[in-house]
């Protein structure tokens, strides 16, 4: 057993939750389930982030106190991710005490060490992004993300000497090839560090909705400066206790493509300076579109997931969102897309195997369930999409996990096209073919359950196989002889029934 910390970024309050934000969620959430079930021990956090200019503006812009304004919006973030079955162990928000005595420990430590000094700043500044723009990225002092104007600031600000850590990052990169997934995106934060950094201004005189800092309470920390940390305060930074140490060393943050030079480069070498490992990995995702756009609170386009969890259940829009894009990529999204994998993969793949060999085994067998024979499916087969599933969810690579149970489900389908088990009345062939799609079942219900967090249950209760502990000790159920039989069931009810259905 091992320790393992995921987590997601933490959204800014100024926006109720879009299915883009549940992409992030729903990734980190498939990995920390695929690990609990491993055995390791998880940490998932998520949570909100709550300071800065532009969460200030949008509650003054509405008439709103702040905090009255925050935890409205923390408070939807929260409900959404329980509608889609967030199994987070921790909800952080960067107002909260812990995070502000975090933040200034951490402030504090890279102050002493030398890697902060007071200097002017003079620049533009997105408030959308909450982020400087060079003139080499922006030369027509236009936003390249949110296309809005940029700002003009004058500050006297204290700095974090980044430029400091090129090298020690470009070492870090050699010497972790892995660190960020996938490559192409390390390769991009690769050529950000070599084309040489610059220092960075952390703090702001201009605004007081921050965390002060420590030596100098005029100046409030700048946002991106503050949310960063809240990775070691979820964990306990400054306690400095063993679990602390064991979870920031195997350490996983699930981000956007957006938000890439804040966690890669700046984030790396922020650690450093605390006298910290980098984080263990960074797992960059690309955009949903919709119709070529990023999906945005700006662009007008924002789909609601629950709106899609009311009409397709939570399971659905999980499987979807991992099975859809793959990891690194910008993916449209579409309700027909969404439609067609139900149709599919869901209804026509599992729900129809599922259906078929528990109407048969309860026909044909008087619903007693036997026990995995090895004959009707060859166990290398069955071993093969085993070992390529277990490790593409291991390599954080979700789509390719269920393509993989969609093979093995397909090539069960095809097996009981071919020996028709429903027209047999040979009971010894019976318990051989029946005995094997009942195995392929607990696995593939193994193999889905960080996206199908529902039917993976149904599917193990409907096959007589105990889900609770199944769920807890995958290796021991993805091997087919765990699979003995002799539970008595009966067909079972559609589990994904026909679209058509949902909406009458
Ligand atoms: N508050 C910062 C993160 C600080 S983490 C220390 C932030 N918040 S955000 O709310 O704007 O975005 C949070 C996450 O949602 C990012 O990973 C971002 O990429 C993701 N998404 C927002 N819109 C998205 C899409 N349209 N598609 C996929 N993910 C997108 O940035």
């Known amino acids: 057993m091992a320790e393992f910390f995921i987590s997601t970024p933490i959204y800014y309050v100024n926006d109720v939750p879009h299915l883009g934000h549940a992409y992030s969620t729903i990734n980190a959430d498939a990995f920390a389930r695929w690990h609990r079930g491993l055995g390791d021990k998880v940490y998932f956090l998520t949570g909100t982030d709550e300071y800065g200019q532009k969460v200030a503006e949008s509650a003054q812009r509405a008439a709103m106190p702040v905090d009255v304004w925050t935890n409205m919006y923390a408070e939807r973030f929260e409900s959404t991710w329980k509608l889609l079955l967030i199994s987070y162990d921790d909800f952080i928000r960067t107002t909260q005490d812990r995070h502000r005595i975090a933040v200034r420990k951490f402030l504090q430590a890279l102050y002493d060490n030398g890697y902060i000094y007071l200097g002017k700043y003079n620049g533009s500044y997105c408030v959308s992004c909450e982020a400087y723009?060079?003139?080499?990225?922006?030369?027509?002092?236009i936003c390249p993300v949110h296309k809005k104007r940029l700002v003009q600031m004058e500050e006297e600000n204290y700095f974090f000497r980044l430029s400091f850590f090129q090298d020690a990052l470009l070492k870090w990169y050699g010497d972790v090839p892995d660190a960020v997934i996938p490559d192409f995106r390390r390769n991009e934060a690769f050529a950000f560090i070599k084309s040489g950094l610059e220092d960075v201004s952390i703090s702001r005189t201009s605004l007081s909705w921050g965390i002060s800092l420590p030596w100098d309470e005029g100046h409030v920390c700048y946002v991106w400066f503050d949310a960063l940390v809240n990775y070691?305060?979820?964990?306990?930074?400054?306690?400095e206790d063993a679990s602390f140490e064991a979870f920031w060393a195997n350490s996983h943050h699930v981000l956007g493509k957006d938000i890439i030079r804040f966690h890669c480069v700046w984030w790396p070498a922020m650690c450093m300076a605390a006298g910290l490992e980098p984080p263990s990995k960074l797992l960059v995702h690309g955009w949903l579109l919709v119709r070529g756009e990023k999906m945005a609170k700006s662009g007008g386009n924002g789909v609601d997931p629950s709106d899609l969890v009311a009409t397709y259940g939570a399971d659905t829009v999980r499987y979807f969102l991992l099975r859809e894009y793959v990891l690194g990529s910008d993916g449209d999204f579409s309700l027909e897309a969404i439609e067609a994998r139900y149709d599919t993969d869901l209804a026509n793949n599992i729900g129809n195997l599922v259906s078929r060999v528990t109407n048969v085994v309860e026909k044909s067998l008087g619903g007693v369930t036997p026990k995995w024979s090895g004959q009707a499916i060859k166990p290398d087969v069955l071993a093969q999409f085993v070992s390529r599933a277990t490790s593409a969810w291991t390599n954080f690579n979700s789509s390719k996990a269920l393509e993989e149970v969609q093979g093995l489900v397909k090539a069960t389908n095809a097996m009981l096209e071919d020996r028709a088990p429903w027209k047999s009345s040979d009971s010894y062939e019976l318990q051989q073919i029946l005995g094997d799609a009942l195995t392929v079942l607990q696995i593939v219900a193994i193999l889905v359950s960080p996206a199908l967090v529902e039917a993976s249950v149904k599917i193990l209760?409907?096959?007589?196989?105990?889900a609770k502990s199944a769920l807890n000790d995958f290796s021991l159920y993805l091997e087919p002889q765990s699979y003995v039989g002799g539970s008595v069931i009966s067909k079972a009810a559609p589990l994904f029934p026909r679209l058509k259905a949902i909406r009458a």
């Open 133 to 141: 723009y060079s003139n080499n990225d922006a030369p027509d002092g």
């Open 232 to 239: 070691l305060t979820g964990i306990g930074y400054g306690n």
């Open 461 to 466: 209760d409907a096959i007589g196989v105990d």
